[in-house]
């Protein structure tokens, strides 16, 4: 019998891929935060309404909480980096023994707090680039078709559900790199997203501040060499600069947290980076001070500095 796809967090991602597992046949649960939210949902019909280039799908998705009793033998955890540990210690108990965890957050840090929770579980890191928001409850836009790379630094081996993903029309690939890609994402969000809060600019504006841009990758460049991740740095410099002139009509996501008063990842970004090179005595002046400088705008705007 085909295994349940139990996709933790009905938020942006976790919307769009238990919808698209959903319609190819798969077995799907999504597993919400209480049971409020579980009647929210089934008073909703218990669809998700899934919009891609302008139509709009419903997708009938059965759902249940962390309390449910069945066991979970392959989790995909799609809420934010802060969440995860949390999220899965709300789970341990229904995790089979040969529990596979896929892992959707952005930037580093909360994978390893979630293998630590569950070292029996095996821990697939996902990177990705594919853009979804929520309009409302229930009902998520396709916004940037992408791209996600999986892999798990301690086996090699791919899993046998990417066939499931290829099914479902899910763009992915496994890889053996799946860190190097990580740090990668990690490096050009730490360019890009915290310059674009403090000078409260789509991606673009920060074409006025090219060597503000140009100190933080040569910084950046530097760590990822002492983090043991040379090849996460090749070309960093061009890179973001391609993406700032090939989204610069875009917010960045930290710049949408900012605007609509939410949490950020600060801590799996930028904090993550600027521990890193503490941890490997590298001297990173500008992402200390950029750091400081994100946690004083934060504060100021009664947001969380974590
Ligand atoms: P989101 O905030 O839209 O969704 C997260 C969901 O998880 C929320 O609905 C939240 O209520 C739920 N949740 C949190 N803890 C829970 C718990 N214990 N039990 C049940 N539900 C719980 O976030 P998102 O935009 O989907 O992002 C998820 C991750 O993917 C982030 O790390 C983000 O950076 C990354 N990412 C997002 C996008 C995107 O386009 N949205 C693209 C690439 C990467
Ligand atoms: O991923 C991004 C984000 O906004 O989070 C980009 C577009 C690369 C900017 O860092």
Redesign the pocket.
Known sequence: MAVTWHV???????SLWAARLARAGLPVKL???NAERLTAYEANGAVITLVEHGAEQHVPVSAQI?ESVEPIERLLL????Y?AE??VA?LLPRLSPNAELIL????LGSQDAVAAKAPHARCIFAS???????EQDWRVVF??HGFTWLGDPRNAAPPSWLTDLHDSGIPHEWTPDILTRLWRKLALNCAINPLTVLHDCRNGGLQQHPCEVATLCSELDELLACCGQPAAALDLHSEVQRVIQATAANYS?MHQDVTQGRRT?ISYLLGYACAAATRHRCAVPHLSQLQERLVQHLAARGLRTD
């Open positions: 933790l967090g009905a938020g942006s991602l976790g597993v919400l935060r962390a799609a809420c934010k980096a969440d949390q999220a709300n959707l957050q952005n930037g990705s680039t594919e853009g979804a928001f929520r916004a940037g996501s990842e």
